[in-house]
């Protein structure tokens, strides 16, 4: 269930920062929307670079075999 929960956390932040960017390149909010979209959307790409970074950790550790970390590139489309 957590799983589902960080995958949706992170979809729903990567939508909501999509749609400040758009905001932003319409050019119809004022300065201070748009300093405060900037700032929001700020934050929502570090929380997007904190959930990559903790899959990649994860697939890290899945990864490891006999004490040794064996990397090998990720194929989303390579059946499991």
């Not at 700032?39 to 075999?65: F, H, S, W």
Request: net charge negative; proline share 2%.
């Amino acid at each position: 269930m957590a799983r589902k929960k960080a995958a949706l956390d992170f979809e729903q932040s990567l939508a909501d920062l999509q749609t400040l960017v758009e905001r932003l390149e319409n050019g119809e909010l004022s300065l201070e929307d748009s300093l405060a979209a900037f700032e929001q959307g700020i934050g929502l790409t570090r929380d997007c670079q904190a959930a990559l970074a903790q899959a990649e950790l994860k697939v890290q550790v899945l990864l490891e075999r006999d004490g040794e970390l064996a990397e090998e590139p990720f194929d989303a489309d390579q059946p499991e």
